[in-house]
Each structure stands twice: as C-alpha cells, then as structure tokens.
C-alpha cells in the first residue's frame, strides 16, 4: 500500500530496520524472526535502510522482499551518492518487480572510510535531483527531515525551503532525523506549517539502550542529549539492565507525548530489537491509541504544553 493513502487516512506507526552484517545473520533468518515479532504492533510500514556506498543494498532488497512476505508495507531507503541513473533505475525496476511501492530519497553521505574511484556525485548531487527522476515513475515518495537542523545547511530556514522543493517535486511525507528532546521537533514542525509545508511530518524516535551507544548517535545525527538523558546515561552507565529499562521508559515517553499533541507518526528506529521495541510500544500506550485507527485531524500543534518528561 501507498504511505500517502495510509497517512490521509491515519497516523502512522513505523519501524525502521537495516541489513545485518553477513557474518551476523547470513540468510537473514535473524532478521526475518525479528519482523514477524514486529508483526505484532500491525505496523503501517517498515523501512528498510543500507549505507550510503550501497555494498549492502543487494540484502536491503531482500529484506523488503521478507517484509512483504509478512503481509507489511515496505519503504526502502534510497541514496543517491555514488549513483547513476542507470544504477537507479536498475534498482527501481527490481523493486517495483517486487511490488515496492514507498521509496525514501535521500542524498547520502559519502562513508568516511570509502574511497569512490570517481567523483561520488555522478548523476545527483541533492537528494532533490533523485525525487526528479524518481516522481514521474509510479512511486509514493518520502523525503528526510531535521528537527535540530541538517549539518551542512546555512539555517534552519534553509532547511524548510529544501523540504518545500521536494514537496514540490513530488515527496508526500518527511521522516525526521532521531531527537531527543521533542521541542524541537515541535518547534519545527511550527516552523515547517508556518511555511507552507503541508505533507505529514513523521517523528523519527531512537531508543537508547546502552550509555556507550550515545557517542555514536551524536557522531551520526549532530543530535543534542538533553540533561535528562545525560542524567539517565551518567546513572546507570555500569548497569546494563537498568540503563535498557530507563532507554525504554524514556523512549516511550516521548512517544506518548508525540502522540498527545498531534504527530503525523512515529517511527522507531529499532536497531533490528524487537523485544525492546515491543516494550517500549507497550509503554508509551501507543497500543491503546492507535486501535480504532487515529485520523490524521483536529491536530493540537501548540508549542506551549508542557512536557511530561
Ligand atoms: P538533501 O536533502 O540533499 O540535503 C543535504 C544538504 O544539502 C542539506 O544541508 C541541504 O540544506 C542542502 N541542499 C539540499 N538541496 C540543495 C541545493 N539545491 N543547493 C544547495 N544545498 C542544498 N543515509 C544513508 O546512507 N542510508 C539511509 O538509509 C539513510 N536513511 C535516512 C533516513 C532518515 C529518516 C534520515 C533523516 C536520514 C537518513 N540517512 C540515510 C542520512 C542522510 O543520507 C544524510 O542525512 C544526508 O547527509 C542528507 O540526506 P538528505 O536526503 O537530507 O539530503
């Protein structure tokens, strides 16, 4: 099914996967018991990523190709570094053969460790010049988005004009990059209406599970941590038990606040966990609220309520 018909009809909730390492889950039977476990939240789609340089896009197709066999609604993660037109369409093609109908443009980064033989921006340079080529093809397109603004943009007002463009080009729903501290994405998401950007905004929510996870994070998102996570993480730094317990407890908070003050969706960034996943659900009461199926109407945007946190 299309996003943009999911999304005219309800909020969403979504999960994102990526593809194991080889060595880790070589016929990608760990992965596939990870999305039928999944299966039990009824998500209204899954999103597959790779890295950008693409060495595992062969598996992040198959892995579409697993959630389609569980009867869910794939988004698969698309770049455009490194990429040519043919390589693009060749990749569309498969995936349109398979009955992939949800595609996520993004740009890309160049991997720090990759040493592309040729200039890395062959045939797009933006991910803007991918949702070109890609609309006229029979796609539901969906875009990235930055609550705390993208690294290499000169303004967070920059960034909004670049999500007006993909709108226009055809993208019909934004994921956000992960955040921590839901004022920004409240005060973007303000931002972003008050301009003119009228698609669904989808809040991306990366749960932490262990304190040793939280550089990375940061490395990878430019993200900030709040003084409660900090606390949470300085707390139970040694004590891995305790510090997965409060990583879900404040993961699902943010949620249930999210979804208390009107987000398009959620999707949850699940490192392929689907115990934790599943808990963390539980605990924001997401369950509850979604079942009958929310209406994507009558959404209280305020900036001003306070946060349970
Ligand atoms: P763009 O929209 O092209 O923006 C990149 C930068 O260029 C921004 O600073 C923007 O302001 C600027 N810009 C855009 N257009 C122009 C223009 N015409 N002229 C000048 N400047 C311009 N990476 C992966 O490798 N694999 C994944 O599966 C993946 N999944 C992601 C999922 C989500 C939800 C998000 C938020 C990010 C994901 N990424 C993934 C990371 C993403 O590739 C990087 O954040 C990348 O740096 C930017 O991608 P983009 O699509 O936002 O790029």
Redesign the pocket.
């Known amino acids: 099914m299309r996003i943009d018909s999911i999304l005219k009809e309800r909020r969403t909730l979504s999960f ?1 996967v ?1 593809p194991p390492k080889q060595e880790h889950d070589e016929d990608l039977s760990g992965i596939r018991g990870t999305l039928a476990a999944l299966t039990a939240e009824s998500p209204d789609f899954v ?7 693409g060495h595992n896009r062969p598996r ?1 197709l198959e892995i579409a190709e697993i959630v389609l066999s569980l009867k869910m609604t794939p988004l698969s ?5 490194g990429y040519t037109k043919e390589d693009t369409e060749r990749v569309t093609r498969a995936l349109a053969g398979m009955g992939v109908e949800n595609l ?6 160049v ?1 720090a460790d990759m040493n592309f033989p040729q200039d890395p921006w062959i045939d797009f ?6 949702v070109n080529f890609l609309s006229p093809k029979d796609f539901c397109l ?5 609550p705390e ?6 303004s967070p007002e ?2 909004v ?3 007006l ?2 709108e226009r080009a055809g993208v019909s729903f ?5 955040f921590f501290d839901n004022e920004f994405f409240f005060r973007f998401r303000d931002r972003c209406r008050a301009a003119g950007v009228q698609s669904p905004i ?1 809040a ?1 929510i990366m749960p932490v599970f262990r304190a040793q996870q939280i550089q990375r994070i940061v490395e ?2 430019s993200c900030s941590v709040p003084v409660q996570l900090n606390a949470i993480l300085a707390h139970y730094a040694d004590e891995p038990a305790s510090m997965e317990d409060a990583g879900t407890d404040y993961a699902a908070s943010q949620i249930a606040e999210l979804w208390r003050r009107g987000v398009d969706g959620v ?1 949850l960034y699940t490192m392929n966990k689907s115990r934790q996943v599943l808990d963390i659900v539980a605990r924001s009461g997401l369950r509850k609220k979604r079942f009958p199926l929310s209406p994507r109407q009558g959404q209280e945007t305020s900036s001003q309520e306070t946060s349970p946190q």
């Open positions: 994102e990526f999103s597959v990523t790779y890295g950008a340089g992040a993660h698309l770049t455009a570094v996520l443009a993004l740009r890309g980064d991997p340079r933006y991910a803007l010049d991918l969906g875009g990235a988005a930055y603004q993208h690294v290499e943009s000169g920059r960034d004009e670049v999500m463009d993909k934004f994921i956000t990059q992960l989808i991306g990878i998102s999707h």
